[in-house]
């Protein structure tokens, strides 16, 4: 007899996988509390590599269901969606995708649906990959500084580099006076 099992997952702590639970559920899909695996991952992260992720695999069993609610659940990238479905596919685990009308993502007409959107959604990353390259272009041919903002104010690093130059002062000491880190120390100092 087959048994369902839902993945969820999220990108950051602050985010919650109940909407995923809860529309799977909406769908149909009664699913026992105990097969429902979720976890909080990047989904740049290979699914193979996801610790909740290779736990489920190894509870899937020939005829059993896998749903998602959206293909991004699965993986970023069109490859690694692909090699996911495939692997759960060579296992006879079938891969329903509620986004895409909840079809079998390792049927034909699946597989195919599923490259198609993989595509597109790999393409949309790649075009906000280069939208961001570009605006980070533009910035610095503006002169902007990029990155974090300095623990220590241009005044501070002043005072460090003198500081450093006397006798009994320690990388340590300076690091607690301003609150930082030794390696802020050393970098203010040129030293690292």
């Known amino acids: 007899m087959s ?16 909407n995923q639970v809860k529309e799977i559920r909406e769908a149909g899909f009664a699913i026992e509390p105990h ?8 989904g740049s992260q290979a699914a193979a590599k996801r610790p909740g992720f290779k736990k489920l695999v190894e509870k899937l069993e020939p005829g059993d ?12 990238s069109a490859l690694d969606v692909r ?13 329903h995708c509620l986004a895409l009308g909840g079809v079998d993502l ?38 902007k500084k990029l990155g974090r903002r300095s623990s220590l104010s241009e005044g501070d690093i002043a005072e460090v580099r003198t500081l450093i130059k006397q006798p009994g002062q320690t990388v340590s000491g300076l690091a607690k006076k301003y609150e930082v880190s030794r390696a802020t120390i050393l970098r203010a100092a040129g030293q690292l």
């Open 3 to 18: 048994r369902t099992f839902c993945y969820c997952r999220v990108s950051t702590e602050n985010q919650t996988t109940d």
């Open 35 to 42: 097969r429902i695996v979720c976890e909080t991952v990047s």
């Open 65 to 76: 269901v896998l749903v998602v609610t959206k293909l991004d659940r699965l993986g970023r």
């Open 83 to 95: 090699a996911t479905v495939d692997m759960l596919a060579a296992n006879k685990v079938r891969v």
């Open 106 to 143: 390792t049927s034909a007409a699946g597989k195919m649906t599923m490259q198609v959107i993989a595509a597109v959604a790999e393409f949309e990353l790649d075009l906000l990959k280069e939208r961001t390259k570009a605006g980070l272009d533009r910035a610095k041919a503006e002169g």
